[in-house]
């Protein structure tokens, strides 16, 4: 047995570097307090730089748009009014850079595995690290491990996967990153795919021409199945747009089980073979891509979810289809459900829920059969499918961000309590950011109330916090969104399960 070899102390301790964490400590440093930020890593930004998920969705506001405008202001950043990118070496040196100026401390290599904990407080976190075993008290904790690590040790009760799918999480799909891509080339290619007799955009097979070509290959023997089902190609801001660096994330693995290591050795191993028969794909039937040359895999892996903590308040799917707004609504969400499908079959997301009844201002159909099986092939749904209205916005209560059970113990990202369709919709980068921030002004205000427990700290504090550090919560959410309100069209239902704001001349609001 280890013993204890170092010790630190911080006033709020933060574990897991990823965007929420980051976001997070920078937030509760800024505010004053003595913060320590632990990452097993060797650099910040989680599934966003080291993940190779490089377009951030959701709304950019706060920390989010601070990190992006100062990329960009080094060329680093590439500002598309809907998902921006964020060369990834570069976003992690400029998280680390914020993380430090703000004042809190950093250590890598820091595995959280356990915490110690007195009547319903943590009192420290144990890590395991190059030093051997170290002990880091504080007075409040935050969960930003992404897989709830800590508050799972801490004995709160976590939710893994749906009950629909038994328990089963998000299939996984591991990021790459490519290089000498003609982006030019592929854009030109996309272009004139769309005025193709072969082009439908109603038949998922003839939308994208990515999935097309693969279908080809697949009729002449030149790929055994199906192993993307269209793709944003992300670029980097390297290189001209005839010879750039881009990244991609595409493949997937089913049937996961995201918090047991054995599953978890089987996705990576799954995703390091398909990314390789993707990019012999890509370089030989994609325009654009005949030079492209695999730089590396992503060094973390697409994990979309694993365990959820159980919160003060679990946001549901139906809050999102609702555009539900909350008196500590703290982050105003824009996106639209997106469950990857958990098992093998149906080769997208799942951009619907079922539920009783219609509701507003959602936009809901009576289930459909069509599809049924692919899409829900364990049990068959009832109700309404109901998709978000992209003209609409939701807002993340700050009581989802407090763990259950434990006094001094919040969460924020992808591992925030919600429940399995809320989450598949609310985990992205945007929010994660949002989240973490309202999490680190969250714990800063409960140290200066001395309050006992985070469940006492009136959310409307955290809401009127992260006002007055510069989100506007006051307004609906502007520029891309804004532009969506205002698209003169009609809401249709795509083939990839899409709500599409479509014109008359066949123009969609979609900016890119
Ligand atoms: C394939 C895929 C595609 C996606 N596409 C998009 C997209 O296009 N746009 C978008 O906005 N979002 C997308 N997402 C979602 C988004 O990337 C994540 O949900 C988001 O990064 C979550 O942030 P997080 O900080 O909660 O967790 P993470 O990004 O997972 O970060 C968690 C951090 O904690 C660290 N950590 C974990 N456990 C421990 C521990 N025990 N001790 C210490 N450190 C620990 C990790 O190393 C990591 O740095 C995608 C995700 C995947 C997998």
Redesign the pocket.
């Known amino acids: 047995m280890l013993t204890t070899c170092k010790r630190f102390d911080a006033d709020v301790v933060v574990?897991?570097?990823?965007?929420?964490?980051s976001a997070a400590a920078i937030a509760a440093a800024r505010a004053g307090k003595r913060t320590i930020l632990?990452?097993?890593?060797e650099s910040l930004g989680?599934?966003?730089t080291?993940?190779y998920?490089t377009?951030?969705?959701?709304v950019v506001d706060g920390i989010c748009k601070e990190w992006l405008e100062r990329l960009d202001a080094e060329g680093h950043a590439v500002m598309k009014p809907h998902?921006p990118t964020a060369e990834p070496e570069h976003g992690k040196a400029m998280l680390e850079h914020m993380v430090l100026q703000a004042g809190c401390r950093i250590l890598y290599g820091?595995?959280?595995?356990d915490c110690v904990k007195e009547d319903n407080k943590i009192k420290s976190v144990i890590?395991y690290c190059k030093s051997g075993k170290i002990e880091i008290s504080g007075r409040v904790f935050i969960d930003?491990?992404?897989?709830a690590?800590l508050a799972f040790a801490a004995e709160v009760p976590c939710e893994v996967g749906s009950a629909e799918f038994c328990g089963l999480n998000q299939s996984v799909?591991m990021?790459f990153r490519l290089a000498y891509v003609n982006l030019q080339k592929y854009n030109e290619a996309n272009a004139a795919w769309k005025k193709h007799p072969d082009y439908d955009p109603n038949d998922l097979k003839k939308r994208s021409l990515i999935v097309y070509k693969e279908h080809q290959a697949i009729a002449k023997g030149e790929l055994h199945d199906l192993l993307s089902p269209g793709n944003i190609v992300y670029p980097m801001p390297v290189g001209d747009p005839t010879c750039m660096d881009v990244t991609l994330?595409a493949t997937h693995t089913f049937d996961c089980h995201c918090d047991d290591v054995v599953d978890l050795t089987r996705q990576i191993v799954d995703q390091h073979r398909k990314v390789i028969w993707f990019v012999d794909f890509l370089k030989k039937h994609v325009p654009g891509f005949e030079n492209a040359v695999l730089e590396s895999f992503a060094p973390?892996n697409?994990?979309?979810d694993s365990r959820r903590v159980v919160g003060e308040y679990i946001m549901r799917d139906i809050d999102v289809g609702m555009a539900k707004k909350f008196e500590d609504g703290i982050y105003q969400h824009t996106e639209f459900y997106d469950t990857h499908v958990p098992t093998p079959g149906h080769h997208t997301a799942l951009r619907h829920i079922h539920y009783k009844e219609p509701v507003e201002p959602a936009i809901c159909r009576p289930q459909q059969d069509q599809d049924d099986y692919m899409m829900h092939p364990l049990v068959k749904p009832e109700g309404y499918e109901i998709r978000t209205n992209p003209r609409e916005y939701c807002e993340i209560p700050f009581r989802s961000l407090i763990a259950k059970g434990v006094d001094n113990l919040l969460t924020a990202?992808?591992?925030f309590s919600a429940d399995f369709h809320a989450n598949g919709c609310v985990?992205?980068?945007?929010p994660?950011m949002g989240m973490g921030q309202a999490a680190g002004l969250g714990a800063s205000l409960f140290i200066d109330q001395n309050l006992c427990a985070v469940r006492e700290l009136d959310g409307k504090l955290v809401r009127k916090a992260m006002m007055e550090s510069g989100v506007a919560l006051d307004k609906a959410p502007g520029g891309y969104w804004e532009h969506q309100r205002n698209f003169k069209g009609t809401l249709v239902v795509s083939p990839a399960d899409m709500i599409e704001i479509r014109a008359e001349d066949g123009g969609t609001a979609t900016m890119m």
């Open positions: 574990c897991g570097g990823g965007p929420a964490g632990l990452e097993m890593r989680g599934l966003c080291n993940g998920i377009g951030i969705a959701g998902l820091t595995h959280v595995v890590a930003t491990t992404g897989d690590d799909t990021g994330d973390m697409g994990v979309r990202g992808r591992c985990r992205v980068i945007g994660s």
